[in-house]
């Protein structure tokens, strides 16, 4: 529950509220970050891209892999790691856009992770980020929330400022205005930042 779309008319929410924030091109190299399922994997392999989903659980990647129709398969591809603790993982300028959904509320030092992620695109390449203003009796845990420097903002302005100080420039930041009304999200809105990395 969660890792997924509810069905077609979700879906199509998703892929406006994307499209309108930023388009990607078939056949761009994407990077989807903490892939978990694939949702987003799949997602963007269907537009012509071609995705390398990472994890550092091959339990999701085993059910991401499982979840991947036969048509996708040759678009995309499946690595387990870190993007957090391992900047080896990739070379430099590997990708034309680093996407994730719903992942950096969990990281404990978003600013390593936003520098791996720069450094792994090409110069003017971008990163499409989805998160949420989430509640604090979302996460169960007092502890973990404490923890976790993005885990419950109650302002878009947090994400896009760390983007800026690991050498991005944010170009936008807005709802995902047809996701949140269809699924009534009021109490926790999700948001899409688009950010760039610098040309030369």
């Not at 091959?58 to 993007?83: C, I, K, Y």
């Not at 969990?106 to 499409?128: I, Q, R, S, V």
Request: hydrophobic residues 40%; aromatic residues 10%.
């Amino acid at each position: 529950p969660g890792h997924g779309f509810g069905d077609a008319i979700e879906q199509q929410a998703w892929e406006d509220d994307l499209r309108s924030a930023l388009q990607i091109p078939a056949g761009a190299r994407v990077l989807d970050v903490g892939t978990g399922t694939g949702i987003f994997a799949r997602l963007f392999a269907g537009w012509g891209c071609q995705v390398f989903g990472i994890d550092p659980s091959e339990q999701m990647l085993h059910e991401a892999r499982s979840r991947t129709p036969e048509t996708l398969r040759p678009n995309l591809t499946f690595v387990t790691g870190d993007t957090m603790r391992d900047g080896s993982l990739f070379p430099a300028a590997s990708f034309d856009y680093v996407v994730s959904r719903q992942v950096v509320c969990h990281l404990a030092d978003p600013l390593e992770a936003f520098g791996h992620w720069h450094t792994w695109l090409k110069p003017g390449g971008y990163a499409l980020i989805v998160d949420g203003l989430w509640s604090r009796e979302g996460w169960g845990s007092d502890e973990l929330v404490d923890s976790l420097p993005l885990s419950c903002l109650k302002t878009r302005g947090t994400l896009a400022y760390l983007l800026e100080k690991a050498g991005f420039l944010v170009e936008r930041n807005q709802w995902l205005e047809r996701v949140n009304h269809l699924l009534g999200s009021t109490t926790s809105p999700r948001y899409v930042v688009v950010a760039r990395r610098p040309p030369r």
